[in-house]
């Protein structure tokens, strides 16, 4: 062990040990301080633990003022429901792209890709026109399908089928004489659940805590996803009961951290293939 | 022609598979793209039957002092943000790569929790953090006899708060990604540099940052357009104030198209946007489905 290398291991471990109290502190402060009234979570001389013990009056102020159960309800169905319309469509048009030669295939890719370009950011004002037109203010399917089939899970359900589904077993399918449908439901779909199951983890989360899109095309409160009501709730507690916001950031972020601590290998598989989105 | 057709014929499953994709893609991506720029040429202000203007929402937007302060915080969060996260990630995924690392599985997973959480989540949480009074930065400063500082609410401090912030989401995100990157740099290399007696800073600035040129470029891309898209730091940390100094462009286009009701004028600053995002995109798609892919000696 030379000077420079033991230096770097220290200073590693001191460095990791800052960036794992620098990270999970605010997490610590939110959970406790959705047990605290607003002069305790804001005072001079703080404690970590509330001073009065666990009381959920912040959670029974929470639910009298707005239908949280109701928003938490919504981003369940819409999450789901967009999880599932993306990972089934997505694994169609991957495997597709991955093992089937077909006249245009390569500009039809090239335009897939391309659409990763076009920033949501950009068509926000021209689809919420469009989908206020359409009837979908206020409706679930708005929330839903607008979202629904990225290129980046065509692209990263193919790039694990090019490898993952063998052509010879599905040259052997085709002598047994299944049809294309056979192969897709009974050899490439359970052949790529690995692959499926990172982008449906990656899917929830993203669905989860999308908040812009929601905001937008929902008026009325009830309607709302729970993160997105979150901005609400923010707004209201400029006038006290900051408590019971950090009461509902608890609450709505609760699944998405069991979830990313039971599957998080298969996350961060995720985010390497596809690249995830901010 | 004929065989092309008969091919396509014989192949009909295979644009099935893909049409549900193209569908949703025309309907809420190619069509709004094209609509906006319709819209960006009239006076739509969200309920009237719009008039056409021609190229005055442009024009407007020259002479528009906001839009330009909103351009120019963006740039300035770019420049506090994006070099400071790349640098962090760097390091942080060096550290993550040691061989003898204990228990780096926890490590990692402390490192992308804040990314796995809404950005709502966390902007709400860091108001209560850097808070002027009683937030628990302010405290912690008091303690060294400085303070308070209006972090949220002073003109100075309101960029370096969001970008403080934003570095706090996301730099496990691109140390992940980074860390994929040097896992294929093979240890054949260290351990010939480590023959050598390169110590580890050595071996981090000689070796890890000149191979990881590529995963580098394509990160520091990636990150400069998601911070020229960023709107939910800013919508609910600062609300783009005090007096404007953290309005962003993408904020301000939210707030002219949804708060002004100037869907006209948000669309043409939504076009210069897009261009703006275009020509960075070409490279960044260019590079993470390309070079990236491509694995190091």
């Known amino acids: 062990m030379n000077r420079s290398k033991i230096l770097y291991t220290g200073l590693?471990?001191?460095?990791l040990a800052a960036v794992v109290v620098v990270t999970c502190y605010p997490f610590l402060l939110m959970m406790m301080g959705s047990f605290k009234e607003d002069y305790e979570i804001f005072s001079?001389?703080?404690s970590i633990l509330p001073r009065n013990g666990f009381d959920f009056k912040m959670y029974t102020k929470l639910f009298s003022e707005w239908p949280f159960m109701r928003n938490m309800f919504n981003s369940f169905v819409v999450t789901v429901s967009v999880t599932a319309i993306t990972c089934f469509f997505c694994t169609l048009a991957g495997f597709t792209f991955a093992k089937y030669e077909f006249?245009?295939?390569?500009?039809?890719?090239?335009?897939?890709?391309s659409s990763i370009m076009i920033p949501s950011v950009a068509t926000l004002v021209p689809s919420y026109l469009m989908v206020r037109g359409m009837g979908g203010v206020n409706q679930y399917w708005s929330l839903i399908?607008?979202?629904?089939?990225?290129?980046?899970?065509i692209f990263m359900i193919r790039q694990f089928a090019i490898a993952g589904v063998p052509d010879?077993?599905?040259?052997?399918?085709r002598v047994e004489g299944a049809s294309e449908w056979r192969i897709l439901l009974s050899l490439a779909f359970p052949m790529l659940t690995p692959a499926i199951f990172s982008l449906a983890i990656l899917t929830f989360m993203n669905t989860w805590n999308d908040f812009l899109w929601p905001i937008i095309i929902t008026t009325k409160k009830e309607m709302l996803t729970v993160t997105a009501l979150l901005?609400?709730?923010?707004d209201a507690s400029l006038n006290g009961g900051f408590g019971s916001l950090l009461a509902a950031t608890t609450l709505s972020t609760l699944p998405i951290i069991v979830l990313y601590i039971a599957f998080h290998n298969k996350l961060i598989e995720g985010i390497l293939e596809g690249m995830g989105k901010e | 022609m004929e065989s092309t057709w008969r091919e396509i014929c014989k192949k009909r499953h295979c644009y099935l598979w893909i049409a549900p994709f193209f569908v949703i893609f025309a309907i809420f991506s190619v069509y709004p793209a094209l609509y906006g720029l319709g819209i960006s040429l009239t006076n739509h202000d969200g309920f009237g039957t719009p008039r056409f203007i021609g190229f005055e929402n442009y024009v407007n937007l020259f002479s528009d002092s906001l839009f330009w302060k909103s351009l120019g915080n963006t740039v300035v969060l770019w420049a506090l943000i994006v070099p400071a996260r790349t640098l962090l990630a760097l390091i942080l995924a060096s550290v993550l790569n040691s061989s003898k690392l204990l228990g780096r599985r926890v490590y990692t997973i402390v490192s992308l929790l804040p990314y796995v959480t809404a950005v709502l989540v966390v902007a709400n949480v860091f108001r209560m953090l850097l808070a002027t009074q009683g937030g628990i930065i302010n405290v912690l400063l008091s303690g060294f006899g400085i303070g308070p500082v209006g972090w949220l609410d002073t003109t100075q401090m309101s960029k370096i708060s969001v970008a403080v912030m934003n570095i706090w989401r996301m730099t496990g995100y691109f140390a992940i990604v980074l860390l994929a990157g040097m896992q294929k740099i093979s240890s054949s290399v260290n351990e010939a540099a480590e023959l050598d007696g390169a110590g580890p800073f050595r071996k981090f600035l000689g070796i890890t940052i000149p191979l990881m040129g590529p995963e580098i470029f394509f990160v520091v891309l990636m990150s400069s357009i998601w911070v020229l898209q960023n709107m939910g730091d800013v919508m609910v940390l600062t609300k783009g104030g005090p007096i404007n100094s953290s309005m962003t462009l993408v904020y301000y286009i939210y707030k002219n198209a949804f708060e002004f009701s100037k869907m006209g004028y948000a669309s043409a600053m939504s076009y210069v946007l897009f261009l703006l995002l275009m020509i960075i995109s070409i490279f960044s798609v260019k590079g993470q489905y390309s070079s990236s892919k491509e694995d190091k000696k």
């Open chain 1, 12 to 15: 590693s471990l001191v460095g």
């Open chain 1, 44 to 46: 001079m001389s703080p």
């Open chain 1, 103 to 113: 006249p245009f295939k390569s500009a039809l890719f090239i335009i897939t890709l």
């Open chain 1, 145 to 153: 399908v607008p979202g629904s089939i990225p290129a980046f899970g």
């Open chain 1, 168 to 173: 010879e077993a599905m040259e052997y399918a």
């Open chain 1, 231 to 234: 901005r609400s709730i923010g």
